[in-house]
C-alpha cells in the first residue's frame, strides 16, 4: 500500500488483524462441520465457498455501486466534487479514486474498492444539496481514509463468512431438507442451519464491532488531514438531523447499506449498540470536540 498523509491508526491495525483472525478461524471450523456432515460433497463445498469468496471480494465494488445507484461521473458533470477529491487526494498523497454520484435525496456518502487503485468514492445528490464546501471535504476525507486504511477491503473480507452461513442456510432449507426417509441423514442435515445462524451471529457481531471503531477512525484521520474538525461535526450534525426529513420508504431502502455509508440511515426505530454499524453521534462529536481543542480552534 503507498503510504499516505492519514494519520496511522495502530488501534484500527490491531483491531482489523484480531477480527481477521477469529473471522479466519470461525471460517476453518464452519467449513470443516460443513464437510464432515456433508461427507463426501465436500470438494464443492470448498470450490463453491472458494468461488463465493472470489467474487465477493473481486467484484464487491461494483455490486456496492451498482446496489446504491452510484453512478460514475467526469469533472466535466461535477466539477466542484471532483475538485474536492482532487485536493484531498493531493494533500493525503493518494491516488484519485473514481468519483461517483448516487440520485437520492438521503444525505449520504461512501467509499467502496479493494485498494487504493480500485476505489470509489460516492456523495449522494441529497449530500451535495445540504452541504458547505468545507463540509463536504470532511465527509470525503472520512470517506478517502477507509480506503487508505484499507478497512473497506477488511470488512468485505470480513462479512463474507456471514454470507457463506446465509447461503448454506438456505441451501439446507430449500434442497429436500426432511424429504429423506433417512433419520440419521436428516438429522446430519438439520445441524447445517443451526451451525449456520450461530455462525452468522458471531461474525455478524464481529463485524458490527470493527464498523464503529473504523468510523471513529475515519472521522480522526479525516479531520487531522483537513485540520477541520468542526466542519465534520458540522456535516454530522446536518446530516443527522436531516435524516429524520427522509421519507421512512426511502431510509428503510438505504438501511441495507448502513455499514457502507458515512451516517446510517435509520427507519425511525432505535438500534442497540451492540447491532450498529456506526457509533452514536454523540460519541463522534465529542471525540472532533477533543481534536479542536488539540489543535487550538
Given at each position: 500500500m503507498a503510504r499516505t498523509r492519514f494519520a496511522p491508526d495502530r488501534g484500527?491495525?490491531?483491531?482489523?488483524?484480531?477480527?481477521?483472525?477469529?473471522?479466519?478461524?470461525?471460517?476453518?471450523?464452519?467449513?470443516?462441520?460443513?464437510?464432515?456432515?456433508?461427507?463426501?460433497?465436500w470438494p464443492l463445498i470448498l470450490v463453491f465457498a472458494g468461488g463465493l469468496f472470489v467474487a465477493q471480494f473481486w467484484f464487491s465494488d461494483r455490486i456496492a455501486a451498482f446496489s446504491m445507484g452510484a453512478r460514475e461521473v467526469t469533472p466535466a458533470q461535477a466539477p466542484e466534487l471532483h475538485g474536492a477529491v482532487d485536493r484531498?487526494?493531493?494533500?493525503?498523497?493518494?491516488?484519485?479514486?473514481?468519483?461517483?454520484?448516487?440520485?437520492?435525496?438521503?444525505?449520504?456518502?461512501?467509499?467502496?474498492?479493494?485498494?487504493?487503485?480500485?476505489?470509489?468514492?460516492?456523495?449522494?445528490?441529497?449530500?451535495?444539496?445540504?452541504?458547505?464546501?468545507?463540509?463536504?471535504?470532511?465527509?470525503?476525507?472520512?470517506?478517502?481514509?477507509?480506503?487508505?486504511?484499507?478497512?473497506?477491503?477488511?470488512?468485505t473480507i470480513a462479512s463474507f463468512l456471514g454470507v457463506l452461513?446465509?447461503?448454506?442456510?438456505?441451501?439446507?432449507?430449500?434442497?429436500?431438507?426432511?424429504?429423506?426417509?433417512?433419520?440419521?441423514?436428516?438429522?446430519?442435515?438439520?445441524?447445517?442451519?443451526?451451525?449456520?445462524?450461530?455462525v452468522y451471529v458471531i461474525s455478524f457481531l464481529l463485524t458490527r464491532l470493527l464498523s464503529r471503531y473504523r468510523e471513529l477512525s475515519a472521522?480522526?484521520?479525516?479531520?487531522?488531514?483537513?485540520?477541520?474538525?468542526?466542519?465534520l461535526g458540522a456535516a454530522l450534525t446536518k446530516i443527522s438531523g436531516e435524516m429524520s426529513r427522509i421519507p421512512t420508504r426511502d431510509l428503510r431502502q438505504a438501511e441495507p447499506f448502513n455499514a457502507f455509508y458515512f451516517v446510517p440511515a435509520l427507519s425511525g426505530q432505535s438500534m442497540a449498540t451492540l447491532l450498529s454499524s456506526h457509533p452514536p453521534?454523540?460519541?463522534?462529536?465529542?471525540?472532533?470536540?477533543?481534536?479542536?481543542?488539540?489543535?487550538?480552534q
Amino acid at each position: 500500500m503507498a503510504r499516505t498523509r492519514f494519520a496511522p491508526d495502530r488501534g484500527l491495525t490491531r483491531r482489523m488483524v484480531t477480527t481477521m483472525f477469529l473471522i479466519g478461524l470461525l471460517y476453518v471450523v464452519f467449513v470443516g462441520v460443513l464437510i464432515a456432515v456433508l461427507g463426501r460433497a465436500w470438494p464443492l463445498i470448498l470450490v463453491f465457498a472458494g468461488g463465493l469468496f472470489v467474487a465477493q471480494f473481486w467484484f464487491s465494488d461494483r455490486i456496492a455501486a451498482f446496489s446504491m445507484g452510484a453512478r460514475e461521473v467526469t469533472p466535466a458533470q461535477a466539477p466542484e466534487l471532483h475538485g474536492a477529491v482532487d485536493r484531498l487526494c493531493a494533500l493525503a498523497n493518494m491516488p484519485k479514486p473514481r468519483v461517483a454520484i448516487a440520485d437520492t435525496d438521503v444525505p449520504n456518502a461512501f467509499a467502496t474498492g479493494r485498494n487504493q487503485r480500485n476505489s470509489m468514492v460516492c456523495a449522494t445528490t441529497g449530500l451535495l444539496r445540504r452541504l458547505e464546501p468545507e463540509e463536504l471535504e470532511g465527509v470525503l476525507a472520512h470517506e478517502l481514509s477507509h480506503v487508505a486504511h484499507r478497512d473497506v477491503a477488511v470488512m468485505t473480507i470480513a462479512s463474507f463468512l456471514g454470507v457463506l452461513a446465509g447461503l448454506m442456510t438456505r441451501v439446507a432449507l430449500f434442497s429436500g431438507l426432511g424429504r429423506s426417509r433417512d433419520n440419521n441423514a436428516n438429522l446430519l442435515l438439520l445441524l447445517i442451519p443451526l451451525i449456520s445462524v450461530v455462525v452468522y451471529v458471531i461474525s455478524f457481531l464481529l463485524t458490527r464491532l470493527l464498523s464503529r471503531y473504523r468510523e471513529l477512525s475515519a472521522d480522526r484521520a479525516g479531520a487531522l488531514l483537513t485540520g477541520r474538525p468542526s466542519a465534520l461535526g458540522a456535516a454530522l450534525t446536518k446530516i443527522s438531523g436531516e435524516m429524520s426529513r427522509i421519507p421512512t420508504r426511502d431510509l428503510r431502502q438505504a438501511e441495507p447499506f448502513n455499514a457502507f455509508y458515512f451516517v446510517p440511515a435509520l427507519s425511525g426505530q432505535s438500534m442497540a449498540t451492540l447491532l450498529s454499524s456506526h457509533p452514536p453521534l454523540e460519541r463522534r462529536l465529542d471525540q472532533l470536540g477533543r481534536i479542536s481543542s488539540q489543535l487550538g480552534q
